[in-house]
């Protein structure tokens, strides 16, 4: 399923630098296009579970994708980034 700007969205894979985990949530803000033509990015928006701003990221496009209704979400405490 394709993404669209202002769509919650999952991770697909860990992101330690931000302290992020696949299957973490958060809001596409923004695509971005790769300065030498390789893969779009996208500009993600992370909040916590009660609706708090955490960061603001870009990423990979590959990176998310599109939540399905066969999934539940669930909480756990922010990672540290090291």
Known sequence: MK????????????LPEHGLKVGDIA???????????GEEGCVLEVFNAIGE???T???PIAV???L????VLSVRPLAKAS
């Open 3 to 14: 993404v669209e700007l202002y769509q919650e969205v999952a991770l697909t894979r860990d």
């Open 27 to 37: 809001m596409l803000v923004d695509f971005v296009p790769h300065p030498s033509g």
């Open 53 to 55: 701003s955490l960061a």
């Open 57 to 59: 990221i870009a990423v």
């Open 64 to 66: 998310v994708e599109a």
């Open 68 to 71: 399905r209704s066969d999934e």
